[in-house]
């Protein structure tokens, strides 16, 4: 292989370079390369048709954007902003609606808790009053069993005092009789009677 940098019989483009070979493309000027080498877009020749070019993109996305992206974002702007302040008068409305709900179930509580007070008053004096009717009957009933049952007593007790003389008089008679022998006369029995 050659080692001559400068010669025009270089390796062909596609093969890699040798020790020493180099590029055709990285040569020096002047030898082996094009004339006005570089990137195309820097080259004065052709910044006419860029800047053509250029002006056309620019004018078509201007009107892209000023006659279909903009409105159709501003119409979804408009749309959020309305579904949004919609969505807060709503909820304000619903808020006031819950705070009058509120009040007139704290009122329906109010009057409930005084209805059951009075509900309750009014069972507890009338339970009360049952119980004093009852109360009275049966005390009505007491007492007249125990007028009965003093009667009875009384009418016993009486009875048992008359045979209380006459068991103490015979008894009195039973124990003379037994001590000394001899019988009560009937003036010493009624006078054992009599007290």
């Known amino acids: 292989m050659s080692t001559d940098v400068h010669s025009d019989a270089a390796t062909p483009v ?3 370079p040798g020790i020493g070979e180099t590029y055709e493309s990285t040569a020096e000027p002047g030898h082996g390369s094009k004339e006005g080498g570089g990137l195309p877009q820097f080259e004065f020749q052709h910044w006419g048709g860029q800047i053509i070019y250029l002006l056309f993109l620019f004018a078509l996305l201007y009107l892209l954007i000023a006659k279909v992206f903009a409105p ?9 902003s309305a579904t949004i302040s919609g969505a807060i008068e709503a909820a304000r409305q619903v808020q006031a609606e819950a705070a009058s709900q509120a ?3 704290k009122s329906e509580v109010e009057e409930a808790r005084s209805a059951s007070r009075a509900t309750a008053a009014a069972a507890k004096a009338r339970v009360t009053e049952e119980a004093n009717r009852r109360a009275a009957a049966e005390e009505a009933v007491v007492n007249a069993r ?3 049952a003093e009667a009875v007593i009384a009418r016993t007790r009486d009875a048992a005092m008359t045979n209380v003389s006459a068991i103490a ?7 003379v009789e037994r001590l000394t022998g001899t019988g009560l006369t009937a003036a010493e029995a009624a006078s054992v009677k009599g007290a």
């Open 146 to 148: 125990i007028a009965e």
């Open 169 to 175: 008089a015979d008894t009195a008679a039973a124990v």
């Open 103 to 105: 009040e007139a179930a």
């Open 72 to 80: 159709r974002m501003r119409r979804v702007f408009d749309e959020r």
């Open 14 to 16: 596609d093969a890699p």
